[in-house]
């Protein structure tokens, strides 16, 4: 098997293999997440993992069909499923940027309203004056199809991820001010 470039972007790239039957010897180009076929779309993933042609994160060729099958159900190009669904515990999951593009495209506006800002405790606890724990807060705004703005605001607090065990993952402790 070989890829082929075909023009200016990846998804003009082909991976080609020869045809296994000895009547035809012609080449099967397939353009890669197109097949329906299973066993070509394994086989069409393993080529581009063996070509390091995708994230060093995606080790497996059913990681990488089931990426690019989310995208596509998402809407989403071949290359920009790949760089933007990561597999997380086993299941594609999109990544921060692609979350964005796909509200941007939704047409919902999304602004910062608070971000790690300290909550303090309340008057007459042990707490009082007191940092409790940080909150951040993003508005969400789109205009409604019955003709009005729909507006929702989103908090997470530094407990919401201590409580899901985000914190003792690896990024949180590179970047635990971020």
């Keep these: 098997m070989d890829i082929q470039e075909t023009g200016d972007s990846f998804e003009d790239a082909v991976v080609v293999q020869e045809d296994p039957t000895p009547q035809n010897q012609e080449l099967a180009i397939t353009k890669f997440g197109q097949s329906t076929n299973l066993n070509q779309m ?39 499923s790949i760089n933007n669904l990561v597999v997380i515990q086993g299941k594609p ?12 495209k939704a047409g919902v ?20 004056g007191k940092v409790v724990d940080y909150r951040t807060t993003i508005r969400f705004t789109k205009q409604s199809r019955f003709g009005g703005i729909v507006t929702e605001d989103v908090s997470f607090t530094w407990k919401d991820a201590t409580k899901m065990d985000l914190t003792s993952k690896d990024n949180w402790k590179r970047m635990p001010s971020n």
């Design 109 to 128: 506006e999304k602004q910062t309203i608070e971000d790690f800002v300290p909550i303090m405790g309340e008057e007459g606890t042990d707490n009082a």
């Design 93 to 104: 999951t999109l990544g921060i940027h692609a979350i964005g593009a796909l509200l941007d």
């Design 42 to 80: 394994l086989s069409d993933a393993q080529v581009l993992l063996d070509g390091k042609f995708v994230p060093s994160s995606i080790k497996t060729p059913q990681a990488l069909v089931s990426i690019v099958k989310m995208g596509q159900e998402l809407g989403m190009d071949t290359m920009a």
